[in-house]
């Protein structure tokens, strides 16, 4: 058996958390590799809506593991308040999930330097959701960090503080910063969370492969959001892209099955940094407002804009994605006409590239037009009639482009809201 990847072909908040519960119930193991609580995977189940930020969303399937991997940093205060929101909905978090001897932890002086910093930037702001998740990577890399399975030690109180006098030195460079210390419910989380069951993720997973599992990683953020592929310096700070898996779950490259690209029909994206199709006009707010673009960790409003063939074709190449989820199609019917950017103009040449540096590059995108369907997809769908000739043009299109198959286009939030295609 392999490892299938699904993850986020833009800059996140793609739908990534639908398409995996509607695909959980074909796996055994559904596991987070990278990212923290600054994701927002959105499910909607007939016990209501519930937003994941740490654990993987085939939580809501009761025969299926879930597997919080090393290459994840956790706030024990978000974990617990999760496992304590998803038991009001009837489902026990803690029967089902695992996670990571050697996933890192977020202290509150984590968050205190992720706010400290970010104030500091001013006009740069990279567009922080301030949860420390940042420096707490820093930490890692820098042999300096807390992890999952030092919460039994005996010296961990001790480390804890260590750690948080350097931070708080650190933090003497900002100067005065207003910070709401949480240390107390910090601990109290960690008493908590030390009910769950832990695992060494690298053997726990290699185990499940030869024992013929079938595995799902799921993604957090996007491609775009890369670390190294991103649009640096306005990106996360792990691997988001399909290699960060065998480094976030400790699998062989070789184990890497079938990779799912989510993309929406559109773009959109939350905080700073460039973005090469971003709409300023009624169409941008028309994007924004019927697809109801706001955080769904944050609640900041998105950016919109149209969907950026280079830029698709750019997250395709280096995650080696075999097929493609579209979401949001259906904010898509109403509109007359639909654009796409299918080509950069860099420095007065023409280009499918990405630029380098899209801060400082003069670049502009060329766009492309297609005959809106102006048809209730949803509706077709239930009434059993054929797709709008609009619609299977536009998707034929994406798919010569992309060479890459489109077989699942969600058309509204719910589980069941897709439009299974069948492809060659």
Not at 57 to 80: A, C, H, M
Not at 198 to 218: F, P, R
Not at 349 to 365: A, G, S
Request: aromatic share 10%; hydrophobic share 35%; with cysteine.
């Amino acid at each position: 058996m392999a490892v299938d990847v699904l993850i986020g072909l833009q800059w996140g908040d793609e739908g990534k958390g639908k398409v995996v519960d509607y695909l959980a119930g074909r796996y055994d193991i559904i596991c987070r590799f990278q990212g923290g609580p600054n994701a927002g995977h959105t499910i909607y189940t007939v016990k209501g809506k519930f937003v994941l930020h740490t654990i993987p969303s085939g939580i809501f399937r009761s025969n299926t593991q879930n597997v919080i991997g090393n290459g994840v940093v956790i706030d024990p205060i978000t974990l617990k308040k999760e496992i304590l929101g998803l038991k009001e909905m009837g489902v026990d978090a803690t029967a089902n999930l695992l996670v990571s001897k050697k996933a890192h932890l977020i202290l509150p002086s984590h968050r205190y330097l992720d706010v400290a910093s970010e104030i500091s930037k001013g006009k740069k702001k990279i567009g922080s959701t301030l949860r420390g998740i940042g420096p707490t990577y820093m930490d890692k890399t820098g042999r300096n960090g807390l992890r999952f399975g030092d919460i039994n030690s005996a010296e961990f109180k001790k480390k804890y503080q260590e750690l948080k006098n350097k931070h708080l030195q650190l933090g003497e460079m900002y100067g005065d910063v207003p910070f709401e210390w949480n240390d107390e419910e910090w601990f109290e989380s960690i008493e908590f969370l030390k009910s769950l069951e832990t695992v060494s993720c690298e053997y726990y997973l290699n185990k499940a492969l030869k024992a013929g599992k079938t595995i799902l990683a799921e993604g957090a953020q996007g491609v775009m959001l890369d670390i190294d592929f991103g649009t640096y310096p306005y990106v996360t700070s792990s691997n988001t892209i399909t290699a960060g898996i065998c480094t976030g779950l400790g699998v062989a490259p070789t184990q890497i099955g079938e990779v799912i690209g989510i993309s929406k029909a559109y773009c959109t994206r939350v905080g700073g940094g460039p973005f090469p199709t971003e709409l300023f006009d009624d169409n941008g707010k028309k994007l924004q407002d019927l697809g109801h673009e706001f955080g769904a960790t944050t609640g900041r409003p998105r950016r919109c804009g149209w969907l950026d063939l280079v830029q698709l074709k750019y997250s395709v190449m280096i995650n080696g994605v075999t097929q493609i989820a579209l979401t949001k199609s259906d904010i898509m019917d109403h509109f007359e006409e639909i654009t796409i950017a299918d080509e950069y103009e860099v420095n007065g040449y023409k280009t499918q590239e990405l630029p380098f540096d899209l801060c400082d590059e003069n670049y502009k995108v060329s766009l492309k037009s297609f005959k809106g369907w102006n048809t209730d997809l949803s509706a077709i769908k239930k009434e059993g009639k054929a797709l709008p000739q609009e619609f299977e043009t536009y998707v034929a299109f994406l798919e010569s482009s992309l060479e890459v198959s489109i077989p699942m286009i969600s058309i509204g939030p719910g589980r069941d809201e897709l439009i299974l295609r069948q492809t060659s």
